[in-house]
């Protein structure tokens, strides 16, 4: 089952809104309808986003206006740009949107597959692996990442802590896809991993990243900052999964990176029902940034890296 693809004409997204209690799926037949699912987050996850951009790609009439509007869905994910600059640079070779869009899709499966791999590696037998946000095979519309990673080891029986990861509880995604898996884990609030990380009881972190720039600085789901501060503090190895597209190295450092801030109604309210009383407003950026310092190795389709620059020698896409 795939979380994004195309089909008779329609990029048919899995509504990850309603999951795990349903499973529905949603039809864009328009530029604006994809841009639409992707700000309103039916799809998440950087690789699954870009996926669903150049799908999208496919409906316009002016492709320069089209990338505009699916560019300004999500501004922090860079794999969306990269996604949607690949459509306009395929067109000008005289490849046709579509052509390109499943193109571009065919690499991230073949790249998250590479990267699934390569982090099955740094995962020992019997581990305890703790996960924040989504990295599986909803969030790349493909194999996963981080998440990914611990299913091609699963052979090697890793537990995992999901973190729920407030405030859109990305965590719940994890959990279902780990269940799907056979993954033995345990759901924990945001606010436990400290507790977990003294006690020693977690092997490694592993996440994913929306954006990482030339120094090693990325942007990652709110949250992933303080786990990197708390992992360095106790000798927890943090591990970063993401393919190449996900890197840009046209800025220096995290400074750069724009922050996504989305509706407060997201803090202040669950599955529509106000958890606060009225008149109480809420701070909501979707992303933070980690510094390269926090990183002890990232994990690419070539490879297990200890710092970006390593991986810029790879070029582009």
């Given at each position: 089952m795939h979380s994004v693809e195309f089909k008779d004409g329609k990029v048919i997204m899995l509504d990850q809104r309603k999951l795990p209690q349903?499973?529905?799926f949603i039809a864009c037949t328009s530029v604006e309808e994809t841009a639409e699912a992707i700000r309103n987050m039916i799809v998440r996850g950087a690789p699954a986003i870009g996926v669903a951009a150049a799908y999208g790609m496919?409906?316009?009439t002016d492709l320069n206006e089209a990338a505009k509007t699916l560019k300004a869905a999500r501004p922090t994910a860079v794999d969306l740009m990269n996604a949607v600059d690949y459509i306009l640079a395929e067109h000008a070779k005289g490849t046709s949107a579509e052509?390109?869009?499943k193109k571009w899709h065919q690499m991230i499966l073949d790249k998250t597959k590479k990267i699934c791999e390569n982090?099955?590696?740094l995962i020992k037998d019997g581990s305890t692996v703790l996960l924040h946000c989504n990295t599986g095979p909803l969030a790349t519309a493909a194999y996963g990442t981080a998440l990914g990673a611990v299913i091609y080891s699963?052979?090697?029986k890793p537990f995992c802590y999901v973190d729920e990861t407030r405030p859109r509880f990305q965590g719940a995604l994890t959990s279902w896809?780990?269940?799907q898996a056979?993954?033995?884990h345990k759901v924990i609030t945001d606010s436990m991993a400290g507790m977990l990380m003294k006690e020693r009881k977690i092997s490694c972190v592993m996440v994913g990243a929306d954006r990482i720039v030339k120094n090693g600085d990325?942007?990652?789901?709110i949250g992933t900052y303080s786990l990197a501060v708390l992992a360095k503090t106790h000798a927890v190895p943090f591990y970063v999964f993401a393919p190449l597209s996900t890197f840009d190295f046209k800025l220096e450092n995290g400074d750069s990176i724009t922050i996504e801030e989305r509706n407060e109604l997201e803090v202040l309210e669950v599955e529509g029902r106000r958890m606060y009383a009225a008149g109480t407003h809420a701070f909501n950026p979707a992303f933070d940034i980690t510094p390269a310092k926090y990183v002890t190795e990232y994990v690419t389709e070539f490879g297990v890296y200890k710092k970006a620059k390593e991986i810029e020698n790879y070029g582009r896409i």
């Open positions: 349903k499973e529905e496919i409906f316009a052509s390109a869009a982090g099955a590696g699963k052979q090697k896809e780990l269940l056979d993954v033995e990325f942007a990652n789901k």
